[in-house]
């Protein structure tokens, strides 16, 4: 079987690029919002209202730290896949096609139970880099379904 440690992670270019400058923007809005709108005035603002801003900055933050640590991971045994929530882990001989076509916004596994997982971290907003990293996944899963079937 072939060894993955060197083999590097899938992961989106335009989405992470995007979630991370969103999260710098709106946190440096939220944060002078907190810290430069005046206490006094005909809606003086309080702590709390100052506190509220800040919490409602690191929510926004979060969900978008979500978006960008997504990736899909090759290793020995299988596939680990982090989509925004969920992380799947897969074994090679689970997946039993990938699918990039029909005009779908990110890769999709057939699974051997029937069911689809998307892979966000490969996107068609990526371009050529995108369909070169399908193409890359699909090498993976085809040498070890091989592999396995050697057995």
Do not use: K
């Amino acid at each position: 079987m072939q060894d993955l440690s060197g083999e590097q992670p899938f992961r989106p270019v335009r989405a992470r690029r995007v979630a991370i400058g969103f999260a710098v923007a709106q946190a440096v809005v939220f944060l002078g919002l907190a810290v430069l709108t005046p206490g006094d005035g005909p809606i003086p603002w309080h702590w709390y209202d100052r506190l509220g801003m800040l919490l409602i900055a690191a929510a926004i933050g979060y969900v978008l730290q979500l978006f960008a640590r997504i990736h899909a991971t090759p290793e020995r045994g299988g596939l680990v896949v982090r989509n925004v929530v969920n992380v799947t882990r897969l074994e090679w001989p689970q997946i039993l096609a990938v699918r990039f076509g029909g005009g779908d916004p990110w890769v999709t596994l057939d699974l051997a139970d029937g069911e689809v997982l998307a892979v966000m971290a490969i996107q068609r907003a990526d371009g050529e880099r995108g369909a070169h990293e399908a193409r890359r996944l699909a090498t993976l899963v085809a040498a070890h379904t091989a592999t396995s079937a050697d057995d």
